[in-house]
């Protein structure tokens, strides 16, 4: 059975950082990524990690934030940096064996809330 387990959320002040990561359990995955959904908001992709390294960014937060990946320990990482309120939202990771930027993945996590105060 295949489970996501994220971690790392929480509030900080506009400005700050804070750092995500997800944990896969029951399967590896070609792509892993980070969606978000503010209160009243669509789910929004943020970005997304390949086996072999390829990234791509949302355009809200690309320059922010930076995602990675460990292949060996099946976790895919967050860094979010200069933070703003708007990136508010419930974080959630997601794994699918195609390249994707919408939200057809196969596996998600439950979700980690972010807060960041002005």
């Known amino acids: 059975q295949v489970q996501l387990v994220e971690s790392g959320g929480g509030l900080v002040q506009a400005g700050g950082s804070l750092r995500l990561s997800c944990v896969a359990s029951?399967?590896?995955?070609?792509?892993m990524g980070w969606f978000r959904q503010a209160p009243g908001k669509e789910r929004e992709f943020v970005a997304i990690?390949?086996?072999?390294?390829?990234?791509y960014y949302g355009s809200s937060v690309k320059g922010r934030f930076t995602i990675s990946r460990d292949n060996a320990k099946n976790t895919v990482y967050l860094q979010m940096n200069s933070l703003k309120p708007e990136d508010t939202a419930v974080y959630y990771c997601a794994a699918n064996n195609i390249f994707l930027t919408t939200d057809d993945y196969d596996y998600w996590g439950q979700g980690t809330q972010v807060t960041v105060s002005s």
């Open positions: 990690s390949t086996t072999g390294g390829r990234t």
């Open positions: 029951g399967g590896s995955f070609y792509a």
